[in-house]
């Protein structure tokens, strides 16, 4: 595979954020409820919302006392005061303009906490003031959420979802039947002029990490899908980069060689994402693209064998690139296992996937230790990655297809793993031309897209 290198393009223009840390003026009338610092017990207040009064550090009782309180047992908790001062989006905290907190979580003083919190007469929201607020937040501050949104945290702590896991849609393994049922050819005109169409694209690569883009015109299908999901990872190649052989007559016997199961970029820290390759011709002998899903083989090894798929979690293997004046190198365990979601039953939720031997460096004798322990594992990893490649490479799990001249494919690089059979440079011109999306400008798009159409 030869990969011509693109011109490299000037580095845009940064934009610089402005911060804006000056506190705006309060106008806000909120209802006034002052109760004593030291005091644990509630405190009525004679406003028209009947406001629930709180103080002090141990407030579970008070609410009992209340009755019907808007805030549950672990709400009272002084970390979980703590975690709603902080995620307050009023005027004050947030910047209505730049959308940026314009507070810092350690001003926020421990004894922090709650003077009132009222629920609105819908239900739907609470309004907190408070005890002890940050420094320059005078008493008419109130923070006011949606009790639909604390209930989203409640239920995702983390609040930050890999790719994969932790949403209603989570992705789904597949072998060759599988993916072959579900796989789609989108058409390119309805991706980039619908916006329901590009989010089926997205769906697809969120669900099988796989998906074919039909009627693709000109010669350059990356840059115009990457600018229509949002931007293309500009990389060392270029933002585009081909992959082109021309025939070559004189040269009759050379046949570009079978390329083995990979990912791309694995040399990086963070490698990206996803990968799009558009086929401008392909009109040799061969040269037919394969895919095989990682987090399938995976999942049999976790079945097949449980306590021994541990070593590909823990196992670093090195990648490295030194080539025509870049050095790039970083090692990454073969599974990364998403700790995130919320799964207490195997099989474990997976994030990422890294395999790439052709890209694959020297192992570690000692990893970090004065000894070399590390041989130990490397047999341990050898045994375990043979396993794990044997069943990327079973016929009954790898979809295989030619693509034809416009046509694209757009697939998870951390996940799917991809290959290329054999082709006869003699019998024609192959060109492939291809491009790099980060996993964070997908997950961006999908998640606007989703809030459009699902809600
Ligand atoms: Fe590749
Ligand atoms: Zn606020």
Redesign the pocket.
Known sequence: ?SLLRNTALASPIRTAVRRSFARPVVHIRAQQAYAPVQSRRAVSTTTQKQAIVLTGTKPASTYKAQGASPLAAHQTTDGYRLWLRDACSCPLCVDPSTRQKVFETPKIPANISYKSVTESKDGKSISVTWNNDIPGYGPEHTSTYEKKELERYDNNPVAVESLQANEGDTYKIWNRDQVSEKIQFIDYNKSMEDDKTLFEVLKQLRLYGLVFIKNVPGENGPAAMGKRIGRLRDTFYGETWDVKSVPQAKNVAYTHQF?GF???LLYMADPPGF?LLHCIKNSCEGGESMFTDAFYAVNQLQSSHPAETSVLAEFPVNYHYKNAGEHYRHSHPTIEYDTTAHSTSPPRPLKYVNYSPPFQGPFNLANGTADTTSLAQLSKYHGMAGKFQEITEREENIYKYKMKEGEMVIFNNRRVL?ARTAFDVSSGERWLKGGYIDTDVVLSRHRVLREEFEG
């Open positions: 595979m390329l990979h990912m791309d990968q991809h």
